[in-house]
């Protein structure tokens, strides 16, 4: 017969219902203080992840809205005001410095010696009667003080020339435009491209006039910003690339050697603006230099803000919106920035030098507050947070 297994008897059941009923207190009690003990714990980490993050500013600024949660130690162990030098204002002698691919073109079109001659004549030189008129727009209506004060200007050819030195010996205070290193020298990198220079160019011009090597450096080494950032990490010897030009010359390139000579400010030619970076540029002016900084994603704000410094009676005139979207218009071009994330980092990592040099700037700039600085670094740890965090 099959053999019934049957519960516990009356007796059992009521030392097991006593034993389950102390047991259930027991129980709850234990729930509780480990729901209490993990309430705790999640409000300090929240606390915690929200240290020294001024919300105020990342919304008021549109930057930094995926950072909410980021620890900012590293933001605020960069911020450094303690070198900022401040001029009076009766002896302050002014030089636009217009680093390529920044957004100087624009300012520089704004200042009555905004213009290589400028240097090369070797003294103030208007480059044109009422020149800011011709901005397009409401901005060029009016002359603003800072046109009417900054002497110099200094660009590439300047540095290409050696006329940096005599500029910075005659000058107290600096205005520059300084804009995200990574994204600056992306720019520069595409402006530069061959298939790009031939698409922009007007009809009028004929043939763009290139070094040989130029061309074959953008068709044969690195025809797409990414490519480019590949070869930066190839060892020397390992990528060589051949080609015949005019003249039935040939050329040879080491493509991972051309790619660092680059980005390390050392190759003239093929991306001129690359070569006069941060570093080419403020690495010889004297520490003892006012610097005024605008910020590229900042250009309307910080103009009108260094104006004011500088003594205007009131807010400068910008342009407008739609004004700025006509001024800025280019077209599309054939070939955009197909940067990977690991392309991303391995040219944030041979930028680190001149992301030194614009941090070491940022924080000199007496027209930008700690918070200002702070929202610009936040922009810039999006783009490079392996250099910034590190």
Known sequence: AMKKDRGPSMRQNTKMKRSNESGSVSNLLQRYFLTAIIVGVLIVVFQFSLVDLDDDVLEDNGVGRSLQGLQLSSIDALVDRSHRVE?????????FVHI??????????LLRNGCHQVVFRQKPSPCGENRWEKFPGSAGREETIASKRINLYVHTPAAKWGKLEWAYNHT???VMVGRNPLE???????VSHTVNLDFLRPLDWGETKKEPTHDVSF???FPNIEEFALCLDEPKGYNIYHAMVKNNETITLDCAELAR????????????????????????????TEVFFIRTK?????????NNLLGSPHNVTVPSENET???NARGEVPITSNLSDEGRKTVCRFLMDDIQVYIDFLNRAINLSDDEVKVTLRDLQESCPEIINS
């Not at 390529?100 to 079109?109: A, C, M, P, V």
């Not at 900042?298 to 260094?306: A, M, P, R, S, T």
Request: proline share 7%; charged share 20%.
């Open 100 to 109: 390529g691919k920044s957004g100087g073109t624009t300012i520089s079109r």
């Open 172 to 174: 107290t205070s600096i």
């Open 87 to 95: 001029i009076p204002d009766d002896q302050r002698q002014l030089t």
């Open 261 to 288: 000579d680059i980005i390390m400010q050392k190759e003239p030619f093929v991306v001129p603006h690359a070569r006069w970076g941060y570093q080419s540029f403020l690495d010889p002016l004297p520490s003892n």
């Open 325 to 327: 979207k006509r001024l």
């Open 184 to 190: 600056r020298f992306v720019s520069a990198f595409l």
């Open 298 to 306: 900042f250009l309307w704000e910080d103009w009108i803000n260094v």
């Open 219 to 221: 068709a044969g080494c």
